[in-house]
């Protein structure tokens, strides 16, 4: 058998369940991955390898007895260290929460140890989650498995390196304004932003109430389902989350996009782009053509006014998370944290509430334009070849920093605004040998749709099969 | 750019309304960059025409979803 860290998720809970082999056998397999690369890579805050071995004993023995029947039955996740879990530390990537322990459990968290996997790790992240690049002054930057010197993205920095290391299968991340597409980019993985609402936030740590999403990075779009499907639905303990049906998010993925009409923009995601990026996107396009895709060219609408109105929703909202910090203890914040923070303390409400009031209107005006013509809209994640950790390092004091960190995030932010379910897998490698992410949008609630054509590209490509070269060893 | 009297009096109004001073030189910088949020909005005046509507965002994306759809 294939070296059971480098199954995929849907893989190894299938050897599992077919007891070709044991949940402490894949443990270890993911172990020995840690421990061989996390020195160098740094995307773990803590773990529990004694809680870690019970739970896999555990899970072989209720599979012996005809109880592990869950879709996730005895597979390690680790998590970016936001969600909370009775007891457990919860950092937040930062210095001001690095003794929290929560006494209650995310709901997600709850969702999947009932589908059958437990959470062994807590992995880096940016601080709050804060950034797009994975920079962390308290813990050290995550390094970036394809290449230590270069961002591994943001916020879920750890989420997309340890999913690219074969630490784990799966790993949640977050995402207000890229955290969970641009480390999947980074790290070549597959990850998704549902819609807002989609998933329950009750015990997730928050950055930007009205933009915050919590989604997957896993090996491949078949991965991201099968965890979406265990954690989407309405919680009665977060309000917010949507009461509507959650379908089966594996069951329409069969490669066949025939009648689908997949939006190619000529406007705002193509701007400015890297050759490499562009090269990839267009073969990227390609494929999802040979799958009987039908490409539409499309002009993206309202985009200055998104570009405009998320900014300010999410400095408005940190702004006020992390006021009450900011007056006590703004030195236990890096630089470019408390720096941002403090500035978003100058936003009007005014400001505010016209990006909020119209929110409503620009989604259903975006969705009638854009999702009469086409099924899904497809852009690079990211525009630029990856850049390194020095280059992109805000708190470097090189105001060229601070910009280039902010690009990273310019193709992702406008889904936020809208809400739409969006998910980024990997296209291809730039020359450098870095990972280059295809992000695919839908319509609300339409993630079926898109992890449908993430898995249709994944049928034509073999872009999300390729393996770090110091997790090969 | 912002003009150190926008930075300074910005700074200020920090102050006097939330209680918080620049934690170093980055946030003056930070605040002197908000001209930039400014000049979007300033853009963006008179080119969107929308209804005030009696709705949550969360009511929207239920309303959008169903756009296009065909099936």
Redesign the interface.
């Known amino acids: 058998m294939t070296d059971l860290a480098n199954l995929s998720l849907t893989e190894a809970a299938a050897a599992i369940r077919t007891r070709k082999a044991s949940a402490l056998e894949v443990l270890e397999a993911c172990l020995v991955q840690l421990d061989a690369q996390e020195a160098a890579i740094n995307a773990v805050i803590w773990i529990d390898r004694e809680y870690a071995a019970e739970a896999a004993r555990a899970a072989d023995i209720a599979l012996a007895r005809g109880d592990g029947t869950g879709p996730l039955h005895g597979l390690p996740l680790a998590h970016k260290d936001m969600y909370y879990q009775a007891g457990r530390l919860s950092s937040c990537g930062s210095t001001i929460r690095q003794d929290f322990r929560p006494t209650y459990t995310a709901t997600v968290i709850e969702r999947l140890c009932a589908a059958g996997a437990y959470a062994f790790a807590g992995l880096n992240m940016a601080e709050f989650a804060q950034n797009g690049t994975g920079h962390n002054a308290h813990y050290g930057d995550c390094r970036n498995p394809w290449s230590l010197d270069h961002i591994t993205g943001g916020s879920s920095s750890g989420s997309g390196a340890a999913v690219a290391a074969r630490y784990t299968y799966a790993a949640l991340g977050s995402d207000t304004g890229g955290s969970i597409r641009l480390p999947a980019a980074a790290n070549g993985v597959s990850g998704i932003k549902p ?3 989609r998933v329950s936030r009750y015990g997730v740590m928050p950055l930007a109430f ?1 933009a915050d999403n919590v989604g997957p990075l896993a090996r491949t779009a078949r991965d991201c389902a099968r965890m979406l499907t265990a954690i989407a639905g309405h919680d009665p303990r977060d309000p ?1 989350s ?1 009461a ?1 049906p959650v379908p089966d998010y594996e069951a329409g993925l069969n490669g066949d996009l025939r009648g689908l009409r997949v939006g190619v923009p000529t406007n705002y995601f193509t701007e400015g782009c890297d050759g490499p990026v562009l090269l990839a996107f267009s073969e990227a396009v390609k494929a999802l053509q040979a799958r009987g895709a039908q490409l539409v060219s499309i002009t993206v609408p ?1 985009m ?2 998104i ?2 109105y998320v ?2 929703i999410s400095r408005a909202e940190a702004g006020t998370i992390h ?1 009450q910090w ?2 006590e203890r ?2 236990d ?1 890096a ?2 944290i ?3 923070l ?2 978003s ?3 009007p409400a005014t ?1 505010y509430l ?1 990006a ?10 975006f ?2 334009d ?4 086409v ?1 899904v809209i497809v852009s690079p994640t990211i525009r630029c070849c990856l850049p390194t950790l020095a280059a992109t390092n ?1 708190d470097s ?1 090189q ?1 060229d920093a ?1 910009e280039k960190a902010m690009g990273i995030s310019i193709n992702t932010r406008p889904f936020n605004y809208l ?1 739409l379910p969006t998910a980024s897998i990997n296209c291809g490698f730039d020359p450098s040998g870095l990972p280059i992410g295809l992000q695919i949008a839908g ?4 993630e079926a749709k898109v992890l449908k054509v993430a898995d249709a590209y994944q049928h034509e490509t073999d872009w999300h099969t390729k393996i770090p070269k110091m997790a090969k060893a | 750019m912002a003009s150190d009297d926008f930075t300074s009096k910005t700074v200020e109004m920090i102050a006097d309304w939330h209680g918080v001073a620049p934690p170093n030189d980055v946030a003056l910088h930070m605040v002197s960059d908000l001209v930039k949020i400014i000049g979007q909005f300033e853009a963006l005046r008179g080119s969107l025409r929308f209804e005030d509507e009696p709705s949550t965002f969360e009511a929207a994306l239920v309303q959008a979803a169903s756009i296009g759809v065909r099936e």
């Open positions: 819609t807002q609402t009205s917010t949507a509507m309202y200055d006014a570009a405009a900014s300010v006021a900011m007056r703004p030195q914040y630089a470019h408390n720096s941002r403090f500035a303390l100058a936003v400001y016209e909020q009031s119209r929110r409503g209107p620009i989604l259903k005006a969705c009638a854009m999702f009469t013509l099924d805000a004091g105001t601070v809400g319509r609300p609630f339409g």
